[in-house]
């Protein structure tokens, strides 16, 4: 049964930093590529960064290039969103998903390539 549990959502204020985590399973992890997804309150959900099956390479959305690192263990199963000065506009749910690797996955902006999502999970940024 594939699973994917993201954690490390929360409330944090402006300027702040969190870490998500989205640890998998039951799917052979260093084949596929993970991304992380975000949704706003009445608005799609959008590509937020990307990372080959090998953590060779990846891909970030403009609003979040140069705040947030993507990062993955392939040896743990899990893939990190490391969101340093953080903006009220990155509230959202932040979603983990993953598809077979394949490079035009890094660039999808919707996810509709991928084969697995999480649940998600909230960050909320707000003083």
């Known amino acids: 049964q594939v699973q994917l549990v993201e954690s490390g959502g929360g409330l944090v204020q402006p300027g702040g930093s969190l870490r998500l985590s989205c640890a998998a399973s039951?799917?052979?992890?260093?084949?596929?590529?993970m991304s992380w997804y975000r949704q706003a309150p009445g608005k799609e959900r959008v590509l937020v960064a990307a990372?080959?099956?090998?953590?060779?390479?990846?891909n970030y959305a403009h609003s979040v290039r140069g705040r947030f690192t993507i990062s993955r263990d392939n040896a743990k199963n899990t893939v990190f969103l490391q969101m340093n000065s953080l903006k009220p506009e990155d509230t959202a749910v932040y979603y983990c998903?993953?598809?077979?690797?394949?490079?035009?996955?890094?660039?999808?902006?919707?996810?509709?390539?991928?084969?697995?999502w999480g649940q998600g999970t909230q960050v909320t940024v707000s003083s």
């Open positions: 990372i080959t099956h090998t953590g060779g390479a990846a």
């Open positions: 998903s993953a598809g077979l690797a394949s490079l035009n996955r890094l660039y999808d902006v919707l996810g509709d390539s991928y084969d697995y």
């Open positions: 039951g799917f052979t992890f260093s084949w596929y590529i």
